[in-house]
């Protein structure tokens, strides 16, 4: 899936327009990858967490000469899977349908009756 398929599934699913769509994903990445400049992390509980990781300086070698060459320290972005993801990826659990906040329930509400007639 592609940035434009996520945002075509996205505007299905919520009902809003790809546009503002679009912009929310946009904004949504413009702030995580911020934060991981400035050496934040970010929690989406039941996702995962973005976070920068530190790679020390190393020897590597150069495949065409094999000969060594130096790879400098760097910093990188990394993603660690939370509990809930890595389970519903290895089929452990079912993704839950999604509704949204002001979306109205579909399902018919059912009552109880009594066999009983009430007495006053």
């Known amino acids: 899936m592609n940035r434009?398929?996520?945002?075509s599934e996205i505007a299905e699913i919520t009902g809003q327009p790809k546009t503002t769509v679009g912009t929310a994903i946009n904004a949504l990445l413009h702030s995580v990858t911020g934060a991981l400049a400035r050496g934040e992390k970010v929690t989406l509980v039941g996702f995962g967490t973005?976070?920068?990781?530190?790679?020390?300086a190393r020897t590597g070698r150069n495949p065409r000469t094999l000969a060594?060459?130096?790879i400098p320290a760097s910093k990188v972005p990394a993603f660690r899977?939370?509990?809930?993801l890595k389970e519903i990826v290895d089929g452990r659990t079912r993704q839950k349908g999604w509704s949204s906040p002001g979306a109205r329930?579909?399902?018919k509400k059912t009552t109880k009756k009594s066999g009983k007639a009430k007495r006053r």
């Open 105 to 107: 329930s579909t399902a």
């Open 4 to 7: 434009a398929e996520l945002i």
């Open 68 to 70: 060594p060459l130096r």
């Open 50 to 56: 973005f976070e920068r990781r530190t790679r020390q």
């Open 81 to 84: 899977a939370g509990q809930e």
